[in-house]
């Protein structure tokens, strides 16, 4: 991997040296019922990098990151951010983070960007961009519609900020939501399967923002299907089979000389387009 940018980068906090990790995840292990999800699973995501989660569907990669972003709660193992550990309360099945205050910090800092978009229709594309900014962590108004505006320019779509979500097409749908994300102003963005619900030219609009994101060292946890994007932003790519890390590593080794039969059959098999 690449040294870590250094805490002057965009998204970079103040408060923590630049070598912590933005997100650690130690022995994560998740199940529904009888049925393990996540057995034992372990990253790290550096300032400044992007990891990104690969595998089949199925293989935990979208659980995975709704535990980070806490969003669904895991039966054993450590969540950190910025070198501070989720508090549980219970174990197994019954385990529950001790602290909501705690959690409600920490999801602020770390904004979701989901494959459905999940903009309110009842919001114009600006107010969706502005909503939790100022009601969630009572920022002024006009700084935050300024910084709103600039946003939603530098995703390309600053002439819809007055349009309706169901004016928009999928890609810029897509785009509007990832500007509601940045303008929580947050230490990582994770982003499940960003493209996969877009037709293939409206793919590479999101990919470009994606792409500039990752220039600018945004911290990221992306999950993605797209090979080509994995290969193209990432600074580290995790491959998961059956709910373990089957292979990690650089891209140029992911991609280029696979170690495990798995990982070779899995990019195979229609999936390094």
Known sequence: MNMPASSSDPGAPTGAPAQTPVIEIRDLYKAYGEHE??????????????VSLIGSSGSGKSTLLRCCNLLEDSQKGDVIFEGEAVKWAGSGAGRRPADRAQVTRLRTNLSMVFQQFNLWSHLTVLQNVMEAPVTVLGRDPKATEDKARALLAKVGIGDKAEAWPAQLSGGQQQ???IARALCMEPKALLLDEPTSALDPELQQEVVKVIKDLAAEHRTMLLVTHDMRLAADVSDHVVFLHHGRIEEEGPPSQIFGAPRTERLRQFLSAGNAH
């Open 37 to 50: 999800v996540l057995k034992g699973v372990g990253l790290v995501a550096p300032r400044g990098h992007v």
């Open 175 to 177: 785009r509007a939501a």
